[in-house]
């Protein structure tokens, strides 16, 4: 990360405005990326790219190399030549201009992208693309089609053990009888990296740096799982023998099960890391700087039985520590990552975060502790850090201050922010972190405008309320917010 003054702000695209239900990868990001521009904001972050799992999270992913088809921009691809308007405008998407509903996008996205993928498939381009990508894609694109002729089961479930297992003979008979489903995945990672490609460029020329979001984890039912389950603890066939969490926190009494499968670190120590090595080299490729979600596991992370019920009954397993963060960093620019690092974390890891020297986070709706001066607190923000108002799965920082946070709490809060009603209180909130020490500020977009619980993007250890679906309206995108914000961010030196 830069060592110059920054700030940015927190929008995945799927909550970008748009006609055709969700955002995508087109005009409405290039608009996007045009206000940060014109706001004096140097990073856009961003949630992770992949395709979304269970309960829609983009950190269930049925892989850690795949883009989600549902952030391709249906008028490229009309531009294309690929599908005609009347295709598009014929599908129900929805009318609601603040929510995703991830059901209709299922059911109307992939009969478009198989109208595309029909018009398209003999772009030579195509072939190109497998083979610079052939070390995950065809793994991928056949476990989607194996995974579709099965009803869209989940992969230990799958009825035909051999190609659970892989046995040669069952999956080339699996690749014989489904190269047409399998091309037809395979184009469709096509069209998610041209349009990213050229989404990243269009930042790149706007002096707009990239953000991802690296799950530390992938999901049970994955292409990663079936092509490579020795990287993982696993006691059968894609059935994992402890599975990831936390214990019991400040979201959850019983813990959150998240249910990932653990790495067999052994076996990854084994191989020179080879896979995680990959895997960030890949991401740095697509990011200008990359977060990696949960990064206290590589420390210490929460083993608990696969069969459980809750996260409650686990315990701490010791990580690669701290020679793995040295043979990542190695590998990677400098500047390159932000680790998180929130939640309760005991000694040896603060610590271990210590003699990573790598960023970690500063987040205001944690900060206000009335009876102790919180690390947390934007004067205690170190300049090798980020400084957040709030995050994807924090309560905004309007619905903290006005709703979750205690009567001592918001007077600290009120006081230390100098909060103004007339101004907006989000503006305090924004304005302190912008001042802070942190070489880089950064806000979700939901502060910067002030809103409220409705506009919250995740509530952990919880399924449905209206998680990962929020989306921003087009007129709330404007010149007012763009100058408000440029104004500050001069101010505090960051433009």
């Known amino acids: 990360m830069s060592q110059q003054r920054m700030s940015g702000i927190v929008l995945h695209i799927t909550a970008l405005p748009g006609r055709y239900g969700i955002g995508t990868m087109g005009a409405q990001a290039r608009s996007w990326v045009d ?12 949630l992770p790219l992949s395709p ?3 309960a829609d999270s983009p950190y269930q992913s049925c892989s850690a190399w795949a883009g989600n088809p549902y952030l391709i921009d249906l008028d490229t691809l009309i531009e ?8 598009a405008d014929a599908c129900d998407f929805g009318g609601d201009l603040d929510y995703v509903d991830y059901g209709l996008i299922y059911k109307e996205r992939l009969p478009l992208l198989r109208k595309a993928y029909e018009r398209g498939k003999g772009d030579p381009a195509v072939e190109s693309f497998a083979k610079e990508h052939k070390s995950w894609l065809k793994d991928y694109a056949l476990y989607m089609a ?3 002729s099965y009803g869209m089961i989940g992969l230990n479930t799958w009825p035909d053990k051999a190609v659970i297992t892989r046995e040669a003979t069952a999956l080339k008979k699996a690749e014989a009888s ?3 489903e399998a091309r037809f995945h395979t184009y469709v990672q096509y069209l998610f990296y041209k349009q990213w490609e050229a989404l990243k460029a269009y930042a790149a ?3 707009v740096l990239i953000m991802g979001d690296l799950p530390i984890y992938v999901a049970e039912d994955s292409a990663d799982v079936w092509a490579q389950p020795g990287l993982f603890q696993l006691k059968g066939p894609a059935r994992p ?7 019991p926190d400040l979201y959850s009494e019983t813990g959150q099960l998240w249910g990932n499968p653990l790495y067999d670190w052994e076996h990854h120590e084994e191989t020179g890391y080879k896979w995680w090595l990959a895997r960030l080299k890949h991401a740095n490729a697509f990011y200008d700087i ?10 210490t992370y929460w083993s608990v039985a696969a069969k459980a019920k809750t996260a409650m009954i686990g315990r701490w397993i010791k990580g690669p520590g701290l020679p793995f963060v040295e043979k990542i960093k190695a590998a990677l620019p400098p500047g390159s990552l932000v680790a998180e690092d929130l939640g309760d974390l005991g000694g040896t890891v603060v610590q271990f975060f210590a003699d990573t020297e790598l960023p970690g986070m500063k987040v205001l709706v944690y900060a206000f502790d009335p009876d102790n001066d919180s690390s947390y607190m934007p004067h205690n923000a170190p300049k090798n850090s980020v400084c957040y108002t709030s995050t994807h799965d924090s309560p905004t920082f309007i619905d903290w201050l006005t709703v979750e946070s205690s009567e001592r709490e918001r007077e600290l809060a009120r006081a230390y922010l100098r909060l103004r009603e007339e101004e907006g209180w989000n503006w305090g909130a924004v304005k302190v972190a912008w001042g802070s020490p942190a070489n880089l500020a950064m806000a979700p977009f939901q502060d910067i405008l002030g809103l409220g619980k409705d506009a919250r993007v995740n509530i952990p250890a919880t399924i449905g309320n209206y998680n990962w679906r929020w989306r921003v309206r087009e007129e709330a995108i404007n010149e007012e917010v763009a100058k408000k914000l440029l104004e500050a961010t001069k101010v505090y030196k960051r433009a």
Not at 80 to 87: N, P, S, V
Not at 241 to 247: F, H, I, K, L, T
Request: net charge negative; hydrophobic share 35%; aromatic share 10%.
């Open 178 to 180: 489904l190269a047409e």
């Open 80 to 87: 294309d030549g690929l599908l005609t308007r009347e295709e």
């Open 241 to 247: 023998s402890r599975v990831a969490g936390v214990p």
């Open 52 to 54: 979304t799992g269970y």
């Open 205 to 207: 020329e706007r002096d």
């Open 35 to 46: 206000f940060l521009h014109d706001s004096g904001q140097r990073v856009w972050q961003i």
């Open 146 to 148: 194996l995974k579709e």
């Open 290 to 299: 990359i977060r990696i979600d949960h990064f206290r596991g590589f420390h």
